[in-house]
């Protein structure tokens, strides 16, 4: 592990900072730029105190537990940052709540004396009791600190990172060298946002959805059906009308579990699904729908789901549910045909933790060489054949330097905006003038990929499956994940297994366990493409 110098965070912070002025500086607020122009020119000891308690949990701090002592002159940078108005050194209006958060239990009893008589009680009864009691706090708010203006940091990482969730954290990850990112082209020519409306409904609608996971681990559904009411209405930019109709989704569907005991929130769940075309909004209408009692309309949209399926997960659940529907409407359907492939039955006594281990086992004692890689091995594959189109330069694809693959990866528009580049490979691939799989493994070791986990695959096993394996069967398998490389990427078969110049995929089902969508449709498309596969079912004994 190296050792970061004292003052990383301050690199780290100007980078961002000095990035987002230089890509947007035209889309800051007038107080966002004064506020970047007012830390600039600060001395480098008051940017790091500033950079230090704005990235704390605050924005109040007690001035006697701030210690930092790659700082030299602590005084003085908190006299600078005061002239500066980054920071109060005697902040007014304090409330309750956020000062007896600076103090301990003990504390809070030797400063008020109605507080005596309670030393056996919890914090949050001492709390309350302080509320209750509206005490005089000013004389023990002379050595408090307020840090200002922290909710332009918001702001800033949006602008760098293009998403809310990343933060400085991400700089020190690298630091470390605890995540490496390629080296990829960062055009300003290509930046995410155009527009400043863009960027502040982008937060209001992040807040939102951080609300909305804050309800969920607390398990309020009550509070997630009412969220419905804060949404905004339809958005004109693509990414944010994305991003609005997954939350969208997100509601509809715990607001769906409280129809169960009440058909209002049911009601109100189909209506809240109208508002989303992305999957599985239509779906979860016609389920409902169904159970209204409205099973002719219900039936409708199947039809139309099945005539237009956004993706084939979509087509799957729309042909089961016009099969379903028609039949309860007394229009008699032949059965669904179960699809057949070609399987095996092992009785087994239980030795591992999964059993897909003790069917390695049980195939390793048989001469084979039996691998638990489920979907890492063709992904991984994926993933080092398209490694240089992966991070190649396109318009909007990279916004800063720790992406794991471009904006567009897991949408149809990623084979679509580098079509030439990835036919080329995959010709190439099948004629056998590619063939650079350990070459591309050892030269981007540990380099961060969506679609390769380091942590599984080795030199050896790349080897044997790229040359045992035919390249007929990868390239096919390659051009249904660029089909759809978001849903495409899962239901891969548990097993690799190798054996005198053979190989064979095989899904693992243990007792009570049935095939899933996903991975079905990988079973009929290796049936098409004589893709050597089975499905191994278990029993214990």
């Known amino acids: 592990m190296p050792e970061l110098p004292q003052t990383y965070y301050h690199d780290n912070f100007l980078c961002l900072i000095n990035t987002v ?14 506020w970047y122009d007012s830390f600039i020119a600060l001395s480098k000891a008051a940017q790091c105190l500033y950079i230090r308690l704005l990235t704390r949990k605050g924005p109040y701090f007690r001035y006697d537990k701030i210690h930092y002592p790659e700082i030299e002159s602590l005084s003085t940078a908190f006299i600078e940052l005061e002239q500066a108005k980054m920071i109060s050194l005697a902040p007014k209006d304090i409330g309750y709540d956020a000062f007896c958060t600076l103090y301990s239990k003990p504390e809070l009893i030797q400063f008020f004396d109605f507080l005596s008589t309670h030393k056996q009680a919890k914090k949050g009864e001492i709390v309350a009791q302080v509320i209750n009691h509206h005490p005089d706090i000013s004389t023990h708010s002379t050595r408090l600190i307020e ?61 939102l959805n951080e609300q909305y996971w804050r309800y969920k681990e607390a398990k309020d559904l009550a509070a997630i059906a009412e969220l419905s009411e804060a949404l905004p209405d339809r958005f004109d930019w693509p990414p944010l ?24 929130k049911l009601e109100h769940a189909r209506l809240l699904y109208q508002h989303s075309e992305r999957p599985p909004s239509r779906e979860r209408q016609i389920r409902i729908l169904d159970k209204q009692g409205g099973t002719e309309q219900a039936l409708a949209l199947a039809l139309q789901m099945q005539d237009s399926p956004t993706n084939e997960e979509e087509a799957d659940v729309a042909g089961i549910l016009t099969h379903r529907l028609l039949n ?26 999964s059993v897909e281990l003790d069917v390695s086992a049980y195939y390793q004692q048989r001469g084979w060489q039996a691998y638990f890689l ?14 240089d ?29 580098r079509q030439p580049q990835i036919d080329e490979r995959l010709a190439a691939l099948e004629s056998g003038d590619w063939q650079y799989w350990l070459e591309i493994y050892r030269a981007k070791q540990g380099i961060s990929n969506d679609w390769v986990n380091w942590g599984t ?49 095989a899904e693992v089902k243990g007792p009570g366990d049935t095939l899933q969508n996903n991975q079905i449709r990988w079973l009929k498309m290796f049936q098409q493409h004589q893709i050597s596969a089975k499905v191994v079912y278990v029993k214990w004994v």
């Open 21 to 34: 002025n230089d890509m947007y500086g035209d889309l800051l607020s007038r107080h966002e730029k004064q």
């Open 147 to 207: 840090v200002y203006h922290n909710h332009h940091l918001s702001v800033f990482f949006l602008l760098f990172f293009g998403n809310s969730h990343q933060d400085l954290s991400q700089f020190v990850l690298t630091d470390l060298g605890l995540q490496l990112f390629e080296d990829y082209p960062i055009d300003p020519n290509y930046r995410l946002f155009h527009q400043r409306l863009h960027i502040d409904q982008w937060l209001q609608l992040s807040a």
């Open 241 to 264: 009308e994305r991003k609005r109709q997954q939350l969208i989704n997100h509601i509809g569907r715990d607001t769906e579990r409280l129809g169960s005991k009440d058909p209002e």
């Open 328 to 353: 309860k409407l007394g229009s008699k359907q032949p059965p669904r045909k179960r699809p057949k492939f070609d399987s095996e039955i092992l009785l087994l006594a239980q030795q591992h933790a």
């Open 374 to 387: 489920e979907n890492t091995l063709l992904c991984g594959l994926f993933g080092l054949a398209m490694w």
């Open 389 to 417: 189109i992966i991070f190649s330069a396109q318009q909007g694809a990279f916004l800063n330097p720790f992406q794991r693959s471009p904006k567009d990866m897991f949408s149809h528009k990623f084979y679509l905006h």
């Open 457 to 505: 695959l080795t030199e050896a096993i790349i080897h044997q499956a790229a040359t045992t394996i035919p390249v007929t069967a990868l390239v096919a398998i390659f051009k249904r994940i660029l089909f759809d490389p978001k849903n495409n990427r899962n239901g891969f078969p548990d097993l690799i297994l190798f054996k005198d110049g053979q190989y064979c995929f």
